[in-house]
């Protein structure tokens, strides 16, 4: 895909993380899962495009988590030639085996399973989302629409 069309996945990815910046809505971040996973054979944006996916399985929206492993370990299983057999076994098994849409503790054990699949995948995270990993679990959300400014905000788009 990088070859046939240049600066095509770049420039993509680079528009996907400027459109689900401070994004609430759970289609559009949904969506932006789907198309990113869609690049991850392309070499040319493939660390960059892991860094993108692996920030999900930590967002705030437990339902964003949940999808973003579920489409995450479907692509690794299409394309498992990418990873070595050692963290192809791995990743998967971290992604089958937390409970990604837990609230609280469950949060804490998402944060970790994201952590060992960022470690397997030699992925950085940014230092914005490391920091977000100190904070209280309680600060997240049940659910995107449990907050009527949530709402709100949504219906304004």
């Given at each position: 895909m990088a070859n046939e069309h240049g600066e095509f996945a770049p420039s993509l990815l680079s528009h996907?993380?400027?459109?689900?910046?401070?994004?609430?809505?759970?289609?559009?971040?949904?969506?932006?899962?789907?198309?990113?996973?869609?690049?991850?054979?392309?070499?040319?944006?493939?660390?960059?495009?892991?860094?993108?996916?692996v920030s999900f399985l930590g967002h705030k929206f437990p339902r964003i988590r949940r999808y973003t492993a579920e489409q995450f370990y479907a692509r690794i299983v299409e394309e498992e030639d990418l990873y070595s057999q050692e963290n192809y076994i791995q990743c998967t098994?971290?992604?089958?085996?937390?409970?990604?849409?837990?609230?609280?503790?469950?949060?804490?054990?998402?944060?970790s399973g994201r952590e060992q699949i960022a470690r397997l995948l030699s992925v950085q995270l940014p230092k914005s989302i490391q920091m977000n990993n100190s904070r209280d679990s309680s600060e997240f959300n049940t659910d995107e629409f449990s907050s009527y400014q949530s709402l709100v905000q949504d219906a304004g788009r």
């Open positions: 996907l993380k400027f459109e689900v910046r401070g994004c609430n809505s759970v289609p559009r971040l949904m969506a932006s899962i789907d198309v990113g996973l869609a690049l991850i054979s392309c070499k040319k944006v493939q660390h960059e495009l892991l860094t993108f996916i098994n971290i992604l089958l085996q937390v409970k990604w849409e837990e609230n609280h503790d469950g949060a804490q054990q998402a944060h």
